[in-house]
C-alpha cells in the first residue's frame, strides 16, 4: 500500500504495480509532512531540567553574586549552597523561576568553587536530610583582590508625597471577637531594656552579642520607609541589609514614585545589588458600593479599575531584570482593616462581597507584576493580629486565616507586619508558623506604633522585639517555619541608642544573608 498523493492504493495481487517517479515524490513528501508534525509535538513535551546560572562568574572574596534558576518547578522552595555551605533560600515561581543574592564569605580560597541549589520540602534544609537534594549545579571563580567597599550613600532628596509613608497602628479586632482574656498575654518590656522616659537615653543593660545558629539559618533584612533613606541609613552601611523597602500609599503617591529620578534609584540599588520591596496600602474613606462580587463596605480604591492600572505603572517603575536581584512586593498590606468590619470573613455579607472582589483584585495584582516586572515575586500582606484571637461563628481571628488560602497560593509567598506598641514577639512567633503552611514568610515591616506611643515606648518595645527574638533559638524556630525575611519599618530606634544599634548591628551581621 502506497500513497499516490490523494489517498491509499492496495497494489494489485496478481500484478503487483511498480511505483512511478511521481508515486514517490507523493510518498516522500507525506513522510515530509508527518515529520514536521511530530518533531515540534516531541519538542513541546520536553521538560526544562532545572539549571542556574551565576553572574558574574569570576569575582573576589566578600562580595555578593546573583545566583538565577530557571526551568524548576513552580513554587519549588529551596536554598543555593557554596562549596555544601547553606546560603540563601529561594522560592521559584509560577514560571519555574528564581533570583537571590549571595555573599561568597570573606576567608573564600582562590580558585573554582561549586555552587549549588538545594531543593527542600517545608521540613527538609539539612544535607543529610531525603528531602533535601542537590537539583542543579554551576561553578564559580574566587580571584585574588579585595572586595568592593560598601556602597556609597546615594545623595538623598526628600520627596513630596501628599501622604506621608506611614502604616496604620494596629487596629481593634472586629466588635464580636472573644473577650481580652482569650488573646495571649502581652509582653511588656523589661526593666533592663527601657531606655528611660528621654527618647535619647539609652538602655542600662549592656547589649549581648547574638551568637551563630547552630542550624546555619539566615534570613534577608531590609529596612525603609524609602528605599534612598534606607540605602544611606547607618545600619545598612554596617551591616548586610540587603532589602530597601519603599511604601506606595494610594494615588497621590504615583506621580513621585514613579518619577524618573526615582526609577534611576531604583536601578542603581538593583546594580548594587539590593533586592528592592514594594508596600502597598490604602487609608480611603469605607463606603457601601457595588462590585464584581454584589453589594460590599470598605474602601473602593483598592477593588477599582484606577488600581490595577496604577499597579501597572508602579511595576514598570519598579522592574528590574530577570536575571538580577528581586523585587518583592507587598500588596494590601493590613488587608483586614479594608472592610467595614475587620478581621472577620463574615460579620455581614456585606464584608464577605468585599473580600471575595479583593481576593480576585489581588490575583490580578500578581499576575501584573509578573507581567510588567520580571523580577517581581508577589505576596498578600496580613497584619500581624490575626492569630490573636479566633471566633469561628463569624470567621473571625484565626478562623479568618483558611478563607484565602487559594489567594495566598497564586502569589509567591505570603508577608505580615509587627506593629504593636506593648510587644510583638508572640503576633511573629504565631503569624511565622500560622503563615508558613501556605508558603514562605516575610515580616514586611516591623515597628512598634509611634502614632500612639511615645518615642520611649516605641524604642524600649523594639528593643524589647528584638533581644527576645534575634537570637540563635528564636532564628532556628523562625527559619524553620518558614521565616525568610525581616524588613525593619525604619531605624529611629538604632538612632536613639547606640546599645540598640550595636545589638541590632551584631545580630544582622550574624543572622543576616
Known amino acids: 500500500m502506497f500513497w499516490d498523493g490523494t489517498r491509499w492504493v492496495q497494489p494489485e495481487a496478481a500484478r503487483p504495480r511498480r511505483r512511478g517517479v511521481g508515486d514517490w515524490v507523493a510518498t516522500g513528501a507525506m513522510f515530509v509532512v508527518l515529520a514536521l508534525i511530530v518533531v ?81 520540602t517545608k521540613s527538609g534544609r539539612q544535607s543529610s536530610s531525603p528531602n533535601d537534594v542537590v537539583v542543579a549545579s554551576t561553578t564559580i571563580t574566587v580571584t585574588s583582590g579585595q572586595a568592593d567597599p560598601p556602597p556609597t550613600p546615594t545623595p538623598t532628596r526628600t520627596p513630596a508625597p501628599t501622604t ?75 551591616a548586610p541589609i540587603h532589602m530597601l523597602s519603599s511604601w506606595y500609599n494610594g494615588p497621590n503617591d504615583l506621580g513621585w514614585i514613579t518619577d524618573a529620578w526615582h526609577r534611576s534609584i531604583y536601578q542603581d540599588a538593583y546594580g548594587a545589588g539590593y533586592a528592592l520591596h514594594l508596600i502597598t496600602w490604602t487609608d480611603v474613606p469605607e463606603t457601601t458600593f457595588s462590585a464584581s462580587t454584589g453589594t460590599v463596605c470598605g474602601r473602593a480604591y483598592p477593588l477599582s479599575d484606577q488600581w490595577r492600572d496604577d499597579m501597572r505603572q508602579l511595576a514598570r517603575a519598579f522592574a528590574g531584570s530577570a536575571g538580577g536581584p528581586p523585587l518583592y512586593v507587598t500588596l494590601f498590606t493590613e488587608f483586614q482593616t479594608y472592610p467595614c468590619i475587620d478581621s472577620a470573613w463574615s460579620p455581614s455579607a456585606q464584608v464577605t462581597n468585599y473580600y471575595q472582589a479583593l481576593i480576585a483584585q489581588y490575583e490580578q495584582g500578581v499576575a501584573i507584576f509578573h507581567q510588567y516586572a520580571p523580577n517581581a515575586l508577589v ?21 479568618m486565616i483558611p478563607h484565602f488560602a487559594a489567594a495566598m497560593g497564586a502569589g509567591d ?50 528593643y524589647a522585639d528584638v533581644q527576645t527574638l534575634l537570637t540563635s533559638a528564636s532564628i532556628s524556630s523562625l527559619a524553620g517555619d518558614g ?31
Do not use: C
Not at 381 to 394: E, H, K, L
Not at 432 to 447: D, F, I, N, Q, R
Open 379 to 399: 505576596s498578600l500582606g496580613w497584619g500581624g493580629w490575626q492569630t490573636r484571637f479566633d471566633n469561628p461563628s463569624i470567621d473571625a481571628g484565626r478562623s
Open 40 to 120: 515540534p509535538l516531541s519538542a513541546a513535551t520536553a521538560v526544562a531540567s532545572p539549571a542556574i546560572t551565576v553572574a558574574p562568574t569570576s569575582t573576589v572574596a566578600g562580595v555578593g553574586v546573583t545566583v538565577s534558576g530557571s526551568g524548576f518547578p513552580k513554587n519549588q522552595a529551596g536554598y543555593v549552597a557554596l562549596d555544601g555551605a547553606s546560603g540563601p533560600a529561594f522560592h521559584a515561581n509560577g514560571k519555574g523561576s528564581f533570583a537571590v543574592v549571595m555573599k561568597v564569605p570573606a576567608k573564600t580560597d582562590t580558585g573554582s568553587h561549586q555552587v549549588a541549589a538545594h531543593a527542600v
Open 164 to 238: 506621608a509613608p506611614v502604616a496604620t497602628p494596629r487596629p481593634t479586632v472586629a466588635p464580636t471577637a472573644p473577650a481580652a482574656s482569650t488573646a495571649p498575654p502581652t509582653q511588656t518590656a523589661s526593666a533592663t531594656s527601657d531606655p528611660g522616659p528621654a527618647a535619647t537615653a539609652e538602655p542600662t543593660a549592656t547589649a549581648p552579642t547574638a551568637t551563630k545558629s547552630p542550624s546555619g539559618a539566615r534570613l534577608i533584612f531590609g529596612l525603609g520607609s524609602q528605599i534612598e533613606g534606607a540605602r544611606a541609613a547607618p545600619i545598612t552601611q554596617q
Open 413 to 462: 509567598f505570603v508577608s505580615f507586619q509587627a506593629m504593636a506598641g506593648d510587644s510583638n514577639v508572640s503576633d511573629i512567633q504565631s503569624m511565622t508558623a500560622t503563615l508558613g503552611a501556605y508558603g514562605p514568610v516575610m515580616l514586611a515591616h516591623h515597628m512598634p506604633d509611634g502614632d500612639t506611643n511615645s518615642r520611649a515606648v516605641v524604642d524600649a518595645t523594639f
Open 483 to 513: 521565616l525568610f525575611a525581616w524588613s525593619f519599618l525604619n531605624d529611629q530606634p538604632m538612632r536613639d541608642s547606640s546599645a540598640v544599634f550595636s545589638f541590632v548591628k551584631s545580630a544582622v551581621t550574624t543572622f543576616g544573608k
